[in-house]
């Protein structure tokens, strides 16, 4: 059973900093396309950051660039996203998801086909 599970979500003040963890279990996706995605209440999901298959190349969603880092650690099966000068407006329930499409970066959901239960970010000003 392929399972996606993120870890790593809370409460922290604006300017602080939160590390997501996205532990991958029930196949091998070291050949896969992974990203991060966000959901604030009442709004559609957004892209946030896409990672290629050999951490080679990745590709930001404007709001998070210079402030995100996605990484991904493929003999952990493990995808991270270190989250600094953390914003009011990141608040969301964020997801991680992996791609048996394509091994590029790639900002739209509809290339990737398991998700992450999601994990919620809370920042307070």
């Known amino acids: 059973q392929v399972q996606l599970v993120e870890s790593g979500g809370g409460l922290v003040q604006a300017g602080g900093s939160l590390r997501l963890s996205c532990a991958a279990s029930g196949r091998t996706f070291s050949s896969d396309a992974m990203g991060w995605f966000r959901q604030a209440p009442g709004k559609e999901r957004e892209f946030v950051a896409t990672?290629?298959?050999?951490?080679?190349?990745?590709v930001y969603a404007d709001s998070v660039k210079g402030r995100f880092t996605i990484s991904r650690d493929n003999a952990k099966n493990t995808l991270y996203l270190q989250m600094n000068s953390l914003k009011p407006e990141d608040t969301a329930v964020y997801y991680c998801?992996?791609?048996?499409?394509?091994?590029?970066?790639?900002?739209?959901?509809?290339?990737?086909?398991?998700w992450g239960q999601g994990t919620q970010v809370t920042v307070s000003s």
């Open positions: 990672i290629s298959w050999n951490g080679g190349n990745t």
């Open positions: 998801a992996a791609s048996r499409t394509t091994r590029w970066s790639n900002p739209s959901p509809a290339l990737y086909n398991d």
